[in-house]
């Protein structure tokens, strides 16, 4: 299973129907494959970005890119440093970007919906702010488009159960959901998540080197679908992971960032807001600061984002605080980011003000994400002789 897994990441041929790696298929090396791909996919973005007047079809609009988020609360600055501004960099080099806000992914894990049109519009403001541009962006909602939706069907049969309780996402999603039981849908995750990458036919997702099992998922639900539907033709591409080169970020406490925990700088905080969260954040007594994520793990946590936004090495950014502890560097770190997020704050709140404008984007997004959702579903009924 190891060889099927490895092999397809790297796109050699696979047996369409081989069943997907179980838990202790070497992860490392997946990962250490994956890596190796992204920086050729990355050089080959670059590569047709040059060449590319950024209003042609050609160029690196070839490597369509989806990704997204749950509309479950504010974005923090994990989020911004992990994938906003890398999603904003890609658009920029003319990668046609597709966003879903992934309404109906909330209640994978949780029992309520929340207030769903204020995190939506939430979501909407950050990317808006960070740059992402209506016009060449798509930001959609996952529960507009129907015609994504109906994909689940087909794709459904193409999975089995072993291969979804398997699957490593589905687990930590399960053991994190507060003792739920598992649902149908989130047993059924890494399925609608892989038709809202193949409804665009997309063929780059950014993920996080935890999301590696969902891809592979993604990948073999596409090869099977042209196998066993289509007799071998290509209706859907097998999409290639971009893992993204951020380090893991902790919260403010040193533990994993979450809003239920309070330990995160929200994008939409203010100056005081994230000088009061820094100034909280754990540290050592040690008084002369240094980067060692083994044994210093909070402090090295500071410095990375400070690192991160200031474009610097951590190790740049603790030489500069030195013997001035962890005040100084907290001091650092709050100016970070309060400068670097100045301006994406300010337009946030201009934004803001102007909520038909931000209705008016959805609505564009979801009226060409159903365009395309409806060309891709009259395909896939026409190969399935279901045109009538
Ligand atoms: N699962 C992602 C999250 O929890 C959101 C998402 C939904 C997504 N569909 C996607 C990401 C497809 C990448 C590709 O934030």
């Known amino acids: ?37 992204s920086a050729v996919l990355d050089a080959l973005i670059d590569q047709h970005a040059a060449g590319s007047d950024g209003n042609s079809t050609e160029g690196a609009a070839r490597f369509r890119m989806l990704t997204g988020d ?25 990668v046609e970007t597709f966003v879903v806000i992934a309404d109906y992914q909330v209640i994978t894990d949780r029992d ?32 507009a488009v129907p015609a994504l ?5 087909p794709f459904l049969s193409l999975v089995t159960d072993a291969e979804l309780r398997r699957n490593p996402t589905v687990k930590d999603e399960l053991a994190l959901s507060y003792g739920r039981p598992l649902s149908g849908l989130l047993l059924t995750y890494p399925v609608h998540q892989a038709a809202d990458i193949l409804f665009c036919h997309s063929r780059i997702v950014p993920v996080g080197r935890d999301q590696l099992p969902h891809l592979e998922q993604t ?14 033709h290509s209706v859907f591409a097998e999409p290639e992971a971009l893992l993204s080169e951020v380090p893991l970020l902790l919260g403010t406490d040193g533990t994993k960032m979450s809003k239920s925990k309070g330990n995160v700088v929200n994008l939409r905080d203010t100056a005081d807001e994230t000088a009061a969260r820094v100034r909280a954040a754990r540290t050592d007594s040690e008084r002369r600061i240094t980067f060692d994520p083994k044994d210093r793990p909070a402090v090295a946590n500071l410095l990375t984002i400070a690192g991160l936004f200031l474009d610097e090495a951590p190790e740049s950014v603790a030489d500069r605080v030195g013997d001035g502890g962890a005040q100084a560097l907290k001091r650092v770190v709050t100016d970070a980011v309060n400068e670097s997020l100045a301006g994406h704050r300010a337009r946030r709140s201009d934004l ?3 909520p038909a404008y931000l209705t008016s984007v959805l609505h564009e997004g979801n009226a060409r ?19 009538y």
Not at 74 to 86: D, E, K, T, V, W
Not at 219 to 232: H, L, P, S, T
Not at 376 to 386: C, E, K
Request: charged share 20%; aromatic share 4%; glycine share 8%.
């Open 1 to 37: 299973m190891t060889s099927s897994m490895t092999s397809s990441m790297t796109s050699s041929p696979t047996r369409p129907d081989a069943p997907l790696g179980s838990g202790d298929t070497d992860e490392s090396a997946t990962y250490a494959v994956a890596l190796e791909r």
């Open 70 to 94: 749950r509309p479950t609360g504010p974005l923090h600055i994990g989020h911004y440093l992990a994938s906003l501004r890398n999603r904003v960099r890609l658009q920029d080099k003319g």
């Open 112 to 143: 309520s919906v929340g207030e769903m049109g204020a995190n939506v519009q939430g979501l909407v403001l950050d990317y808006l702010a960070a740059g992402l541009d209506p016009d060449r962006t798509t930001i959609f909602t996952h529960s």
């Open 149 to 153: 939706n109906q994909l689940m069907l």
């Open 219 to 232: 990948r073999a639900i596409a090869r099977r679908f042209n196998q066993r539907y289509a007799a071998g």
């Open 352 to 354: 803001a003000r102007d």
């Open 369 to 387: 994400a159903n365009a395309v959702a409806e060309r891709t579903l009259a395909t896939v009924r026409a190969v399935m002789g279901m045109s």
